[in-house]
């Protein structure tokens, strides 16, 4: 069809440009798939070419995944927003704060507070990622939890050690993205008495027909799993033993307990659109309710403060000019003015990326849903440099062909 050979050079373009490796993208409205696009090559290394069904790691994409399952669980009236998390996690009753982020780890005042699973869901609970300070709290996130996406830590001992660490901000202060994902994940999972993969495939995997959705890739599906791929030193896609930074190993090991709600999951584009078809049918795909209306229309709805929403920001960007923030992704406040890099639709569109080029919005107001999926894994250092940036230009243009 014309609108998916429109999209297919669009993202090709970047491709054919050595900016991207490859890229899945949909269109779905009118109740189907409208447009498609598969692009480049999904493994560097023997040059297999990206299809519909390829599987990819969907970084940060996973949290809404998360907060959804969780809701869920408030919906049975586990917990409520309000809730101290210290009724599941008594290690975090008594909480300190650093008087300055990247300050002494002994250089703290206690908590005004304790943390509430609003907290978690909303990224206000004074959690945040080691890779963002060149401080002492940056050294003692990676000595007490491992690595973001594989972690050798057990979750009972990844919840104490990051109760052990200061925050960098007060219970309910401020927007601070970081771990409060992960730590909402394995608190379900704790109340659950099972895995948080087990978690999320009985209330969200298994009842939207998510096959391809998990915290690793099985052994017969390893054949339409996407490679690590990032760039050289010139900038040109290379590809990668395993993901920068040390955040993921290249392959998970066997029995190993910690999963990142956070960050760990895998999936393919037509997985991730039974998922995202919920924000635009009020928690229900064909047939099948995973949240009250009601419920759905609160994870959709900003609960940041015109204050926080104003100091909200990332590596010294502002994030919620146009933005707000609901339970687990962003919500547009200014359709005008929204930014495509999170989402951009009418009022109430929501979405959140994922730092491997994973992107995707639900749009209420029309119905659609647009989803990009890739692998385009950079250092901190090369984004700075302005390495890797073609997908985002890759989104913007997809963006703007689907919107048409």
Same mark, same amino acid.
């Given at each position: 069809m014309p609108g998916a050979a429109s999209i297919e =050079? !669009?993202?090709?373009?970047? *491709? /054919? =440009?050595? /900016? #991207?490796?490859? =890229?899945? =993208?949909? *269109?779905?409205?009118?109740?189907?798939v409208v447009e498609r696009a598969a692009v480049g090559r999904?493994? #560097? /290394?023997?040059?297999?070419?990206?299809?519909?069904?390829?599987?990819?790691?969907i970084a940060s994409m996973s949290k809404p995944l998360t907060c959804l399952a969780a809701l869920t669980m408030m919906e049975e009236g586990r917990f409520s927003l309000d809730d101290p998390i210290s009724r599941v996690a008594p290690e975090f009753v008594r909480m300190r704060v650093l008087r300055a982020a990247d300050g002494p #780890? &002994?250089?703290? *005042?206690?908590?005004?507070?304790?943390?509430?699973f609003g907290d978690l869901l909303t990224h206000r609970a004074g959690l945040t990622y080691g890779d963002f300070h060149s401080g002492p709290i940056g050294a003692a996130h990676k000595a !007490?939890?491992?690595? &973001?996406?594989?972690?050798?830590? !057990?979750?009972? &001992?990844?919840? !104490?050690g990051l109760a052990a660490l200061p925050l960098i901000g007060h219970p309910g202060a401020d927007f601070h993205y970081g771990h409060s994902t992960d730590l909402l994940g394995l608190l379900i999972a704790r109340m659950e008495g099972v895995s948080l993969g087990e978690v999320l495939s009985h209330r969200v995997f298994g009842p939207l027909g998510m096959s391809d959705t998990g915290f690793s890739v099985p052994a017969d599906k390893r054949g339409r799993r996407a490679g690590s791929c990032g760039f050289d030193a010139q900038g040109r896609p290379s590809a990668l033993a395993a993901p920068p930074?040390?955040?993921a190993l290249a392959e998970r090991p066997q029995g190993m307990a910690f999963e990142s709600g956070g960050q760990g999951l895998w999936s393919t584009v037509d997985d991730y659109l039974a998922f995202a078809r919920l924000f635009v049918g009020e928690g229900a795909v064909d047939g099948v309710r995973l949240l009250k209306p009601e419920t759905m229309a609160l994870m959709m709805t900003n609960q940041l403060s015109e204050a926080q929403r104003a100091r909200g920001s990332m590596f010294g960007m502002p994030l919620f000019s146009a933005h707000g923030f609901g339970l687990g992704l962003a919500v547009v406040m200014d359709p005008e003015r929204a930014a495509v890099s999170r989402c951009k639709g009418g009022l109430g569109t929501v979405g959140w990326p994922g730092a491997y080029g994973g992107w995707w919005q639900a749009d209420p107001t029309d119905g659609s849903v647009m989803i990009l999926l890739a692998h385009n894994m950079m250092e901190l250092e090369q984004l700075m440099a302005g390495i890797g940036l073609g997908v985002y230009a890759a989104i913007t243009d997809f963006h703007q062909l689907a919107s048409a």
């Open positions: =050079a !669009a993202i090709g373009k970047y *491709v /054919e =440009a050595g /900016e #991207l490796a490859g =890229a899945a =993208a949909l *269109v779905w409205r009118d109740g189907r999904r493994d #560097l /290394e023997t040059g297999a070419p990206v299809e519909r069904d390829t599987i990819f790691r #780890l &002994d250089d703290t *005042v206690p908590a005004d507070r304790q943390i509430t !007490a939890l491992g690595g &973001d996406i594989d972690s050798p830590v !057990a979750p009972d &001992d990844w919840i !104490a930074g040390g955040a």
